[in-house]
């Protein structure tokens, strides 16, 4: 059984950063295509970022430039540097793990961007 477990969430001011991370067991993660989702209130879940197993990442437009997806075959986690946040990132975040037909999320973590 493949479980993700989601930390890092919190409330940040607009311009301010945050790390998410996504601790992955009962897995083979190296094989995995990892990815963030969010969902903010109201909205669909819409795609932030993947990454192959190789490292190759993908990000939604309106994240490029300040969200980075980076992961650690060892540590079997996966990260989302969030930088330059705006009020309109306040989502619940979660960690996606996909290999094949294999589909599972974390619970999710809150990202609220306020003053």
């Known amino acids: 059984q493949v479980q993700l477990v989601e930390s890092g969430g919190g409330l940040v001011q607009p311009g301010g950063s945050l790390r998410l991370s996504c601790a992955v067991s009962g897995s083979s993660f190296s094989l995995a295509v990892m990815g963030w989702f969010r969902q903010a209130p109201g909205k669909q879940r819409e795609l932030v970022a993947t990454i192959t197993p190789g490292g190759s990442a993908n990000y939604a437009d309106s994240v490029k430039g300040r969200f980075t997806i980076s992961r650690d075959n060892v540590k079997t986690t996966v990260y989302l540097q969030m930088n330059s946040l705006k009020p309109e990132d306040t989502a619940v975040y979660y960690c996606?793990?996909?290999?094949?037909?294999?589909?599972?999320w974390g619970k999710g973590t809150l990202v609220t961007v306020s003053s």
């Open positions: 996606n793990y996909r290999i094949g037909s294999m589909n599972y």
